[in-house]
């Protein structure tokens, strides 16, 4: 018989599969490994692109910082300058220079990218801007917003833009703590500040602490902080014009012992104007309202200077040059009409427009004494009129921004310029956001 053929085994039809799956485990761990991969680098790559960015906006800052010194060092040098006689006869001045340099220049990266090469070492022309797109200074600087492109500032894209102020042409609250008539006209001024009509729904309500004060607690509880002794002291309303206070019997803590947690008066002067905020009755909606006008950083023997374009400020130095015993002084009925304070605002400006080298001490107090007020004694001296009111500043705020990429710095100084400060300047303050 013949051999049958071997029997065919049938396909299975299980099939596993099991090299199909781990093909497919293997290609989703690679995806996931890879996407992760690419995440970490593309966020580590940020990072390293903030840090930089971040280093370059801090270093711009400190550019118009250090720029702004330099331009107060030339600015003190020409408060020095006087000039001769006959040439400041026909010029309508006194003779001094006070010119004020700081409020004419704009300091920002375009005064210097003529100066600074690029990567290639080529100078970039002084209009030349790159990008086009505008920088996030509008955000700091409303007022210039669509003015400052981005440009390129040596060899990476970058740009900064400084601010001065001068603070002494602000009311120094540490004034309340001297003697010789500073303290009445700053008691005064404060009062004037703070009763305006437009102000009195600060005065009105509770704080977020329950707490309703009154100006004149405020400004007692500011001199409560800077004495030195540890009595609350009382305003007497009848020699506010000479002697404003006078020694009371409270505990000068009293208000602050409800706080939570208690503190107590700090019984020195102000290290910044933030310090404000821990005293009874100022909060955030009072530094809205005057933290403009207000400073601590200037010497307390400095005064306030008449060059100032606010109307509330240029009251303050009214205040200060009349006489506080005449009745056409301080004590004038006049001071309580606001068109005759207005009218002579308007004048005070009117003669500083016409000065081709700024309002001098004689000059303001020619136009006071023209509006029917009678002057301090002591001013009629020329050697005196240094004691109570000036025409330069010595202290300056600086506020510079830095702008790399994304990120922005902010650095805010307060130089205080005097013979004995350095060239460039004392730093009484510094702060970088």
């Not at 500040?193 to 009105?204: A, H, I, K, N, Y």
């Not at 023997?301 to 060059?307: D, E």
């Not at 308007?346 to 427009?353: H, T």
């Amino acid at each position: 018989m013949p051999t049958p053929p071997p029997r065919q085994r049938k396909p299975n039809g299980r099939r596993r599969g099991v090299a199909l799956l781990i093909v497919t485990v293997s290609v989703a761990l690679l995806t996931i490994m890879g996407t992760q991969f690419a995440f970490d680098s593309r966020v580590q790559f940020g990072m390293a692109v903030n840090s930089r960015d971040e280093l370059r906006a801090y270093y711009l800052a400190r550019s118009g910082v250090s720029l702004s010194r330099l331009l107060l060092s030339f600015q003190k040098q020409v408060s020095g300058l006087q000039l001769p006689p006959e040439i400041a006869a026909l010029l309508g001045g006194s003779g001094a220079l006070n010119i004020q340099l700081w409020k004419m220049a704009r300091i920002d990266c375009h005064m210097l990218s003529s100066l600074v090469p690029d990567a290639s070492g080529e100078l970039a022309a002084p209009d030349q801007a790159r990008g086009g797109t505008e920088g996030r200074f509008a955000g700091e600087f409303p007022e210039l917003a669509g003015q400052i492109s981005q440009r390129r500032f040596g060899d990476f894209d970058g740009c900064f833009l400084a601010t001065l102020g001068d603070e002494e042409q602000k009311i120094n609250v540490m004034r309340l703590n001297s003697v010789g008539g500073n303290d009445a006209a700053t008691v005064q001024t404060l009062l004037s500040l703070m009763g305006d009509p437009r102000f009195e729904f600060l005065f009105e309500s509770e704080d977020a602490n329950r707490v309703k004060t009154t100006p004149q607690e405020v400004v007692l509880a500011i001199k409560d902080w800077i004495d030195e002794d540890e009595i609350g002291d009382s305003l007497n309303l009848q020699t506010i014009t000479t002697s404003p206070f006078q020694r009371g019997f409270a505990d000068e803590n009293r208000e602050y012992s409800r706080y939570e947690p208690p503190y107590e008066t700090k019984n020195a002067g102000f290290d910044s104007l933030a310090e404000l905020y821990r005293i009874h009755g100022v909060n955030d909606r009072f530094m809205a309202a005057f933290g403009d006008r207000l400073t601590v950083y200037p010497d307390v023997n400095r005064n306030l200077n008449i060059n100032s374009d606010d109307p509330m400020l240029l009251y303050a130095a009214i205040l200060t040059v009349l006489d506080p015993n005449s009745p056409q002084g301080r004590l004038s009925p006049q001071l309580q009409n606001p068109l005759f304070v207005q009218e002579l605002i308007q004048q005070i400006r009117a003669a500083r427009m016409f000065s081709f080298l700024g309002m001098s001490v004689q000059d303001f107090l020619t136009v006071v004494q023209s509006a029917g007020l009678a002057v301090n004694p002591a001013l009629t001296n020329q050697g005196s009129v240094s004691r109570l009111v000036s025409d330069t500043s010595e202290t300056f705020s600086i506020r510079s921004v830095g702008e790399a990429g994304n990120v922005t710095k902010t650095i805010t100084t307060v130089v205080r310029n005097g013979a004995q400060d350095g060239t460039f300047g004392r730093l009484v303050y510094w702060r970088e956001e």
